[in-house]
């Protein structure tokens, strides 16, 4: 089940929404989000849902363990454990068949390749898992002692498949707290709709134009294809992801649960380091938190963590060859950067940073975009004067008229508008009815313009439900 089908915004949704207010005590709250977020996350597929259970009850106990030792030794055994189990997991579901079959072509081996179905998820949820326990052992939280409540923090339903990447410091006082306000369902319904038009209206439309040029055909494409097809690329992936992360934050909060943010306009950054302080912001305080401290390079060489923290993002986002090199790619720049420092960054033009970090992001996603190596070596010359195609074709003129309001629309909304608009409201004394009704007539209509094109639509899940 995902957040963008009729389904789930006519039926689950609004089942999960009377269930949670129809009961009144906190502990019947969380146990309605639990029966549905495991509901949730069987959808299609019931055996996935046991390996959830599983990592719960061993990371329950490995929390418990690391409250209760007595010594500093027992509580970094428990700790290894758990690192090892939670690591291990994504390694078996994630990268064992990536990894068999280039043992088989350096040592020209035979051993069978492993078909393991990826589990939704699962590194999302193993990382908020590991977030926890090295935080019990750290002695930034306190191990949970009730199951069921540790169970509602990792299964949660509206962060549990693409993040944000929640810790449980961050939401721990709401499992028992928690209250929702009308303006909370509010925001939370704005924030939901908004992220459900970035979706269906923006990304999934964006998609198929991307698909028409770039899906199978990077050999044929010209210099100018080539280029409109990427950068169509790199909008349709911000609205999706973003657009979850919106529908996740949104429907967190009318349950009462304040997510961080995970996405900040990132497009407007001027350089690399600011585009990751404002993309996919939890994964990257995850690493900058959890990682960082413990490389075996630590503050001694910099710039050699720094790259083992991009390997390991660039390894995060799948078993593919491709995403190793598109994290040493923006470890690259980062670390390029890091040794220019921040005022000789500031001495270049404003216009030339731009130019600079969007060129840099743009051909990063093609690299992140073609996991077959003959694709993205054609993809390379394709950008280049090179490309044995030519520099134009008709078929991207008429592509781009055909579809000018959307691809306007999209780079609008890479801007603050709904930032703007608050401070316009907030400013707007005597017209708080007028704004109020605006934002409801506005939300109605993308709500309605987005169920519209979800019937008879082919259902394009989150991109990042894979990862």
């Given at each position: 089940m995902i957040f963008s089908s009729l389904i789930f915004l006519y039926a689950f949704f609004p089942l999960c929404l009377i269930a949670y207010f129809l009961v009144k005590p906190i502990k019947g709250k969380n146990a309605v989000l639990i029966v549905f977020s495991l509901v949730f996350y069987a959808w299609g597929e019931p055996v996935r849902i046991a390996f959830l259970l599983l990592s719960s009850v061993i990371n329950y106990f490995i929390g418990i363990g690391i409250g209760k030792a007595k010594t500093d030794k027992i509580q970094k055994l428990l700790l290894a454990g758990g690192l090892v189990y939670n690591i291990g997991m994504i390694g078996v579901f994630k990268y064992s068949g990536f990894i068999t079959e280039n043992i088989n072509s350096i040592f020209r081996a035979n051993i069978p390749v492993p078909d393991i179905a990826v589990m939704a998820g699962i590194s999302f949820y193993t990382f908020q898992i590991i977030s926890y326990i090295v935080d019990c052992y750290w002695g930034k939280v306190e191990p949970q002692k009730n199951f069921f409540k540790l169970l509602l923090y990792?299964?949660?339903?509206?962060?549990?498949?693409?993040?944000?990447?929640?810790?449980?410091?961050?939401?721990?006082?709401?499992?028992?707290?928690?209250?929702?306000?009308?303006?909370?369902?509010?925001?939370?319904?704005?924030?939901?709709?908004?992220?459900?038009?970035?979706?269906?209206?923006?990304?999934?439309?964006?998609?198929?134009?991307?698909?028409?040029?770039?899906?199978?055909?990077?050999?044929?494409?010209?210099?100018?294809?080539t280029w409109y097809g990427i950068i169509l690329y790199s909008l349709y992936i911000y609205f999706d992801f973003s657009g979850y992360s919106d529908m996740a934050i949104g429907m967190g909060r009318m349950f009462g649960f304040h997510f961080n943010e995970n996405f900040n306009h990132p497009y407007l950054c001027k350089d690399i380091q600011e585009f990751w302080?404002?993309?996919?912001?939890?994964?990257?305080?995850?690493?900058?938190?959890?990682?960082?401290?413990?490389?075996?390079?630590?503050?001694?060489?910099?710039?050699?963590?720094?790259?083992?923290?991009?390997?390991?993002t660039g390894i995060w986002h799948g078993a593919s060859w491709?995403?190793?090199?598109?994290?040493?790619?923006?470890?690259?720049?980062?670390?390029?950067?890091?040794?220019?420092?921040?005022?000789?960054?500031?001495?270049?033009?404003?216009?030339?940073?731009?130019?600079?970090?969007?060129?840099?992001?743009?051909?990063?996603?093609?690299?992140?975009?073609?996991?077959?190596?003959?694709?993205?070596?054609?993809?390379?010359?394709?950008?280049?004067?090179?490309?044995?195609?030519?520099?134009?074709?008709?078929?991207?003129?008429?592509?781009?008229?055909?579809?000018?309001?959307?691809?306007?629309?999209?780079?609008?909304?890479?801007?603050?508008?709904?930032?703007?608009?608050?401070?316009?409201?907030?400013?707007?004394?005597?017209w708080d009815t007028a704004i109020s009704v605006s934002r409801t007539v506005v939300?109605?209509?993308?709500?309605?313009?987005?169920?519209?094109?979800?019937?008879?639509?082919?259902?394009?899940?989150?991109l990042y439900w894979r990862f």
């Open positions: 990792i299964c949660l339903f509206p962060q549990l498949i693409a993040g944000p990447i929640v810790r449980y410091s961050t939401i721990a006082e709401e499992i028992d707290n928690r209250h929702t306000s009308i303006a909370d369902l509010s925001e939370g319904l704005t924030r939901f709709v908004v992220g459900l038009a970035k979706k269906v209206i923006l990304a999934d439309q964006l998609l198929r134009i991307v698909n028409d040029f770039l899906q199978g055909k990077v050999g044929t494409l010209t210099v100018a294809g302080q404002r993309w996919h912001i939890s994964l990257g305080s995850f690493f900058r938190d959890y990682l960082m401290p413990v490389t075996f390079f630590g503050r001694r060489n910099k710039y050699l963590s720094l790259l083992l923290i991009w390997l390991c491709n995403y190793v090199i598109w994290g040493l790619y923006y470890g690259a720049f980062i670390m390029l950067e890091n040794a220019l420092g921040k005022k000789r960054m500031n001495k270049i033009p404003i216009v030339i940073r731009h130019i600079y970090s969007k060129l840099v992001i743009i051909i990063g996603f093609g690299i992140f975009y073609f996991e077959d190596f003959n694709e993205l070596g054609m993809f390379f010359r394709n950008l280049t004067p090179a490309n044995p195609n030519g520099w134009g074709s008709v078929i991207e003129v008429i592509s781009l008229c055909n579809n000018l309001w959307l691809i306007v629309a999209a780079v609008i909304c890479t801007f603050p508008i709904m930032a703007a608009a608050k401070k316009l409201a907030a400013r707007s004394e005597g939300c109605a209509g993308m709500l309605l313009l987005s169920s519209v094109l979800l019937v008879d639509a082919t259902t394009n899940a989150f």
